[in-house]
């Protein structure tokens, strides 16, 4: 199964709300990773976040991570149209390699 | 520079053939991944290459499937006697993480995908 679950599935919001998807996972973790996939092609990374970090900051992102609860949320403030995507979390551990797996990802869609 | 380079981009089969899906990773970049995305899907993995590491192949859903990576750089990911299951977006992916075992924190490139049709 994979490590990483999203929630919500599916989020509707309107322009400039703000817009928070959670992820959890099972097992420890060296990283945690966010990303963004926009008509089902490729990925687009948005924000890496490292075990001994609590909370990171890229422009409009913002993303915690608890480590005791397994769990990180990605929160996008005054969102736009554009920023219509299917958003993924992603965990990497050591296991000899830095194998990443992905949750199952939130489709979210700003009304315009 | 260049990013990570898929072919085809599409691929229509039919039902018992083979198949033979390409990636050529950004130059430099040891890591390399596919993964298999159903529609409205998650990513499914499917195996890892590591520099010269024995490969994950942990994902792989059947031995029908295999992928190999020549030199360190292009992967070729070969479905044989393909089924209609195996419809679905191939994504690759490669990083710039280094050997095993070092805390590395590089994110993956994507590249854009082989979307597979089995008819």
């Known amino acids: 199964s994979q490590q990483g679950e999203e929630d919500p599935q599916a989020l509707s919001i309107q322009e400039g709300e703000n817009a928070t998807m959670n992820c959890s996972y099972k097992t420890s973790i060296n990283n945690l990773q966010w990303y963004r996939q926009n008509s089902g092609r490729g990925l687009v990374h948005l924000i890496l976040?490292?075990?001994?970090?609590r909370e990171k900051h890229s422009g409009r992102l913002r993303v915690t991570l608890d480590t005791s609860k397994k769990s990180s949320s990605l929160l996008i403030t005054a969102s736009r149209a554009a920023d219509t995507a299917s958003y993924f979390c992603a965990t990497a551990r050591n296991t000899g390699g830095f194998k990443t797996i992905f949750g199952a990802g939130t489709r979210l869609f700003v009304k315009a | 520079g260049a990013g990570v380079s898929q072919s085809p981009s599409n691929k229509v089969t039919e039902k018992g053939k083979d198949v033979e899906l390409r990636c050529d990773p950004i130059s430099g970049h040891t890591a390399l991944y596919w993964y298999r995305q159903s529609l409205g899907q998650g990513l499914e993995f499917l195996i890892y290459?590591?520099?010269?590491?024995?490969?994950?192949k942990s994902g792989l859903p059947s031995d029908r499937f295999s992928a190999e990576r020549t030199g360190g750089s292009v992967s070729t990911l070969t479905i044989q006697r393909t089924q209609q299951e195996d419809s679905a977006v191939y994504l690759c992916?490669?990083?710039?993480?280094?050997?095993?075992?070092?805390?590395?924190?590089?994110?993956?490139?994507f590249g854009n995908g082989t979307r597979l049709t089995v008819t």
């Open positions: 992916a490669s990083s710039a993480r280094s050997r095993q075992g070092l805390n590395d924190n590089s994110p993956l490139h």
């Open positions: 290459f590591q520099g010269n590491s024995a490969p994950d």
């Open positions: 976040i490292r075990s001994n970090e």
